[in-house]
């Protein structure tokens, strides 16, 4: 099966949705490093950077379906109300559309927790705002995402959210209206080119 320009441009809206990158916001930024914060205790940074390599491996492996257990609870219900479907519904699609390319499409990079800021929401809620890049190839061509994801504490356990645009910032702030005052950085970059 050769790979198809359209699967190319799937591959850049798959990278899109589970990486999270960019968007911008006002008010109040995130203040302290992911290194040198004291808004987490010990086990809130290893949980939270071994939920990060967690989500980067599923990446990597091509479960793009995978990935959708990492939206913060809140955020999955507001995507099942504007959608219809169910998170599991959602799962099951990404699924389903990748399952034939998995083996075309190699995908390398993820979070970099070394430069993450780390703050608290409104209701003082953790949460970290990580940059991620990522490469996707696949027959001959290449796609390259930067940017940013968010991190929320939630329940005790770290979810994962794009950041891709101003309507995912309205979607966020939507279902954790705790982040209406926080600022969400704006850096997206995209870039394709021919596969080296």
């Not at 949705?17 to 040198?36: F, I, K, N, R």
């Not at 609870?73 to 559309?97: H, T």
């Not at 770290?158 to 969400?184: M, S």
Request: hydrophobic share 45%.
């Amino acid at each position: 099966m050769t790979f198809s320009r359209s699967r190319l441009t799937f591959a850049a809206v798959a990278l899109t949705a589970v990486l999270g990158l960019g968007a911008c916001a006002t008010s109040v930024p995130p203040s302290e490093s992911y290194a040198a914060t004291s808004l987490l205790n010990d086990a809130a940074k290893q949980s939270l950077k071994a939920r990060v390599n967690a989500y980067d491996a599923e990446l990597r492996r091509g479960n793009l379906g995978a990935t959708i257990d990492y939206l913060p609870p809140r955020l999955a219900a507001v995507f099942a109300e504007k959608s219809g479907i169910s998170a599991q519904q959602a799962k099951a699609n990404m699924d389903a559309r990748v399952a034939g390319t998995r083996s075309e499409i190699r995908i390398a990079g993820g979070h970099d927790l070394s430069q993450a800021l780390v703050g608290t929401a409104g209701n003082g809620m953790p949460y970290a705002v990580i940059p991620a890049a990522a490469r996707a190839t696949a027959g001959g061509l290449s796609l390259t995402e930067q940017g940013n994801t968010l991190a929320v504490l939630d329940g005790g356990t770290w979810y994962l959210a794009a950041l891709t645009d101003d309507e995912a910032i309205a979607e966020i702030r939507q279902a954790y209206p705790e982040f209406r005052r926080v600022a969400l950085p704006a850096s997206q970059t995209m870039q394709s080119t021919a596969a080296p």
